[in-house]
C-alpha cells in the first residue's frame, strides 16, 4: 500500500525515447517482416536493457501477443518495451529510496533504521503507523549475502532486486 499507492504510475516515453524504440525494431526486424521473432526480441531487449531475456521471459511474451501474427508487431513491441521501462523505473525509485534507508550500507533495514528515516521525513505518525508500513513495505526486499541477518531486520524480496541482485544463499 504504502509506497506503491503514493501517486500514481503515469508515465510516457519521450518522443525522442519513442524514436529510439521503433528504431530499435527496425533494427531487429532485419527481413522487413513486420514483426519480430522470439529471437528478434531478445536482441531487442539486449539493446534497450542491456541483458538477454530469459525463457520464461520470453516465454511469457510470445504468449502474450495476437496469435495471429508471427511474431511481435510493431505496437504491441512499443507497449511491452513502455511496460518494461516503467518497471525498470519504479524499480530505481525503490532502491533509491531503499539507499536512503539503508544508512549504514547493510543492505537491511532494521526497524531502528525505519524509526529515524520516518523520524526525519515524518515525525508526527505514530509508533505503530511505522511498524505497519515496516512490515508491509516493498522496500524491505532484499539481502545481498548468506550473512545472518538480525531478528529485527526485514529483508527485500528477491523479486523486486533480481535483476541487479544475486539472490541471497540459502
Not at 525503490?94 to 515524518?122: P, S
Not at 549475502?145 to 532486486?161: E, N, Q, W, Y
Request: some cysteine.
Amino acid at each position: 500500500m504504502f509506497f506503491s499507492e503514493a501517486r500514481p504510475r503515469t508515465w510516457e516515453a519521450s518522443p525522442s525515447e519513442h524514436k529510439k524504440w521503433v528504431e530499435v525494431f527496425k533494427a531487429c526486424d532485419e527481413d522487413n517482416k513486420g514483426y519480430l521473432s522470439r529471437e528478434d526480441f531478445k536482441v531487442a531487449v539486449v539493446m534497450l536493457f542491456g541483458y538477454k531475456p530469459s525463457k520464461v521471459e520470453a516465454d511469457s511474451v510470445m504468449s502474450s501477443v495476437n496469435p495471429k501474427t508471427s511474431g511481435i508487431l510493431l505496437e504491441e513491441f512499443l507497449s511491452i518495451i513502455r511496460k518494461k521501462k516503467e518497471v525498470q523505473l519504479y524499480r530505481n525509485e525503490i532502491r533509491h529510496i531503499f539507499t536512503a534507508f539503508d544508512r549504514h550500507y547493510r543492505g537491511y533495514l532494521t526497524l531502528e533504521d525505519f524509526k529515524k528515516a520516518f523520524r526525519q521525513v515524518a515525525p508526527k505518525l505514530s509508533e505503530r503507523t511505522i511498524l505497519d508500513v515496516f512490515r508491509d513495505s516493498k522496500l524491505l526486499a532484499w539481502v545481498p549475502s548468506a550473512s545472518p541477518v538480525p531478528m529485527a531486520c526485514m529483508p527485500l524480496r528477491g523479486s523486486d532486486f533480481s535483476a541487479s541482485h544475486p539472490k541471497p544463499v540459502r
